[in-house]
Nanobody
Framework: QVQLVESGGGLVQAGGSLRLSCDASGRTFSSYAMGWFRQAPGKEREFAAAITRSGGATYYADSVRGRFTISRDNAKNTVYLQMNSLKPEDTAVYYC?????????????????WGQGTQVTVSS
């Protein structure tokens, strides 16, 4: 079992930045690939970014590539999402998720554990 808790969301103006954190507890954090997903009102949950167990490889959705950076600190059991040049369309609840497969997955069904989410609102 892995427990995930996101933090760092909030209200920011377009063009601004936020850094989300996801703290993990339970089984060995470094055994899991991690992902960030988001869900806007009235829309399906969508993939944003993923990182391998070691942090050696990352993968991004086209909509965030070049603006968002995923990273992890296995010593702190934490995964981060640095979000720059934010746009109003980035407004969503952001979720972190853990996948024992360890691969760079954009399919939410490949993730076994999920956090409760943190709200990000970008004003124009």
């Amino acid at each position: 079992q892995v427990q995930l808790v996101e933090s760092g969301g909030g209200l920011v103006q377009a063009g601004g930045s936020l850094r989300l954190s996801c703290d993990a507890s339970g089984r060995t954090f470094s055994s899991y690939a991690m992902g960030w997903f988001r869900q806007a009102p009235g829309k399906e949950r969508e993939f944003a970014a993923a990182i391998t167990r070691s942090g050696g490889a990352t993968y991004y959705a086209d909509s965030v590539r070049g603006r968002f950076t995923i990273s992890r600190d296995n010593a702190k059991n934490t995964v981060y999402l640095q979000m720059n040049s934010l746009k109003p369309e980035d407004t969503a609840v952001y979720y972190c998720a853990a996948s024992y497969l360890g691969l760079l997955e954009s399919d939410s069904r490949k993730y076994e554990y999920w956090g409760q989410g943190t709200q990000v609102t970008v004003s124009s």
